[in-house]
């Protein structure tokens, strides 16, 4: 699937799938849901939905009537990560936004940085395969 939203780009078949998950119900159950998270090559992550006629992702298609339908959606960074810790498995999780201590020896900070730059670490970081945080971090060393 192929969707400009806001100006931007955002295409399932040349994307990276970072993982899938589904609510175990088959594809003619009208409440059956499937979803992927995809990261495109700058780094930002989507996810692309879709489901029955009874799912979040049901389109109308005339009087109260309804038909399965798809849809997708970009995400924050946070958001796919919340989204990833829901519904990966650790390993999967790790795989795409690096390795997780198992103490508090990370904490959380926030900087304003300039959009190019901010653009071209979000770039980087996805060319050398790190979460950002990964990619500042090594910057550092």
């Known amino acids: 699937m192929k969707k400009i939203i806001n100006g931007k780009m955002y295409n399932t078949e040349t994307a990276q799938e970072c993982g899938n998950w589904d609510n175990g119900r088959g594809p003619r159950d009208f409440y059956h849901v499937y979803e992927t998270l995809y990261r495109k090559k ?5 996810l692309h939905g879709e489901g029955g006629p009874a799912s979040k ?3 109308a298609c005339g009087d109260n009537s309804w038909s399965g339908g798809e849809r997708i959606m970009p995400l924050t960074f946070g958001e796919a990560r919340e989204w990833a810790e829901k519904f990966l498995d650790a390993d999967e999780y790790e795989e795409i936004f690096g390795e997780v201590e198992e103490d508090d020896s990370k904490v959380l900070i926030s900087a304003y940085i300039r959009k190019d730059a901010a653009e071209k670490l979000k770039r980087q970081a996805a060319e050398a395969g790190m979460s950002q945080s990964e990619y500042i971090q090594n910057l550092i060393k």
Not at 42 to 46: H, L, R
């Open 42 to 46: 700058t780094g930002e992550f989507f």
């Open 57 to 59: 992702y049901a389109e």
